[in-house]
C-alpha cells in the first residue's frame, strides 16, 4: 500500500497556502472594487450642483462637471441623483449608499463624518436685505437681535455653523421661498452664497428689491466627500492627486470659467 504521507502536501507548501487564504480573506477592498460611483448633491445651489426647471432630472454645475473628470481621469462611471432632500443626502453619506458628495464646504465636524478632497474651489456666503434697509454688519454680532432664515440643513462655514445658535433664524428647503420670506417682511435678512443668491433674485423679479451686504458671512472652500462605509472611499488619495493635477492644467478653472 502506498504510504499516505505521500499523497499530502508537503507543510511548508500547505502552511503557504493557509496565510494566502488568511490574507485573502482580511485584506480590504482595492480601488479595483469601485467600478461605479453613485454620486449625491444639491440641486440649487448655483453655479455648483443644481438642475435646471425644464430639466429637473439632469445634474448641473461645477461640482457634478469635475466629479465626471474625474472619473473619466480614475477609470470609474459616474452616476448622479438629484433631487434628494439634503438630510437624506447626509444620511445616505453616513452609510454608505451613497459614495460621493459632489460640492460641499469644509467643517470639522464633516472631516470626521466623511473623507474629504482637497479643494478645488471657492465660493462666498452673504447677508441679503431688503433695499432700503441696509444695516452695518462687520461680523455675525451684528445679526443678534434681528430675525433671519438659511437653507436648511446646510452648513454655511465652521464659524457660522458655531454661532448659529445664537442667532434668531429659520431654516427651509427651497431658495425661492427665503426670498419670499424676505420680500414679505417675514424677516429682517436671509443668507446665501452669493452667487446662487443673486442670481435667484434676478430670476424672481427682485433684482431691485434686495441688497447684497457688502462684508461676507464666510468665504469657504468647496470640496468633494468621499462617504466612509464606501468600498469608493479607497479613491481618496487617487482623487486628491487627480484634483491637484487638474487644478494645474487648467482643467477646472475651465469649467469654474464656463458657468461665470
Known sequence: MQNIRSLMWPTGVL???????????????????CEKIRVVGSDQWIPFAYTSPDQPDKPIGI???????????LGVSVEIDVGIPWRRIELEMDNGTADLL???YWTEQRAKRWAVT???ASDKVHVFVRKGE??????????????????????????????????????????????????????????????????????LGYG?????LPT?????????????????VVLLEKMNRQIERRV?????????????
Open 15 to 33: 502552511n503557504m497556502l493557509a496565510w494566502l487564504a488568511f490574507i485573502g480573506f482580511w485584506t480590504p477592498l482595492s480601488a479595483a472594487a
Open 63 to 73: 461640482a457634478y462637471d469635475v466629479v465626471r473628470l474625474l472619473g473619466a481621469d
Open 102 to 104: 459632489a460640492g460641499n
Open 118 to 120: 482637497r479643494d478645488f
Open 134 to 203: 441696509e444695516f452695518s454688519y462687520s461680523s455675525l454680532s451684528d445679526l443678534i437681535g434681528k430675525a433671519g432664515v438659511i437653507p436648511a440643513g446646510i452648513s454655511l462655514g465652521q464659524e457660522f455653523d458655531s454661532f448659529k445658535p445664537n442667532l434668531d433664524i429659520y431654516e427651509v428647503k427651497q431658495h425661492t421661498q427665503m426670498i419670499e420670506m424676505l420680500m414679505k417682511r417675514r424677516l429682517d435678512y436671509m443668507i446665501l452664497p452669493l452667487y446662487s443668491g443673486n442670481l435667484k433674485i434676478k430670476a
Open 208 to 212: 431691485e428689491g434686495i441688497s447684497v
Open 216 to 232: 461676507p458671512v464666510s468665504v469657504n472652500s468647496v470640496h468633494l466627500s468621499l462617504s466612509r462605509e464606501s468600498s469608493c
Open 248 to 260: 494645474a492644467d487648467g482643467s477646472i478653472q475651465a469649467i469654474i470659467s464656463a458657468y461665470q
